[in-house]
């Protein structure tokens, strides 16, 4: 399966992204999702699910299922919008709250033995040079700590560029 979380309105997504793939999902803003709370309800309470039952609850076990992530942001100072920020931190539950030490660095273990591609999107027509290594190294992270088997980053001063790529 193939997820693709992406910021644009539905009009915007339509125009870029036409497949009728049934092996895709897609996650976008419906006004519904409610930030993470730092509960760690999706490790105590419910483990693997987070507990806020918003229709976002379930990130972990998709992204468990999935070989292709993509991700459509704008680039807001170098990281993700605010939705996909919160689509990121309810993705929390695809981890176990133990930890390991990977290349030096402390990471959360894996609840699921799972690897996929991971494509980030990033648009905006004033990205400067300062955001783009900030993003650059806020994906090399997350692709470490989502266990995904490398990653692609693409910046683009239209939306119109994205269509060519995905």
């Given amino acids: 399966m193939k997820i693709i979380i992406h910021d644009l309105n539905q009009q915007e997504f339509m125009a ?12 976008s803003d419906n006004g519904t ?65 133990y930890f390991v030490i990977k290349n030096g660095e402390t990471h959360h273990r894996f609840r699921y033995d799972n690897k ?12 400067t040079k ?3 290594e900030t993003a650059q190294a806020l994906v090399a992270a997350n692709s470490v700590n989502l266990n995904s088997i490398g990653n692609k980053m693409y910046f683009h001063n239209s939306l119109q560029a994205i269509k060519e790529v995905i």
């Fill in 116 to 127: 996929f591609t991971l494509s980030v999107h990033f648009y905006g027509n004033d990205i």
């Fill in 16 to 27: 870029l992204y036409d497949n009728q793939n049934t092996d895709v999902t897609v996650i």
């Fill in 33 to 97: 999702i409610r930030k993470c709370i730092g509960c760690f309800g999706c490790w105590i309470k419910t483990p693997g699910k987070c507990v806020i039952k918003d229709g976002y609850h379930n990130m972990g076990e998709l992204l468990s299922k999935c070989h292709e992530l993509v991700i459509i942001s704008k680039c807001v100072y170098g990281s993700y919008s605010p939705f996909v920020c919160n689509i990121v931190d309810r993705s929390l539950p695809y981890l176990l709250p």
């Fill in 130 to 132: 300062a955001e783009k």
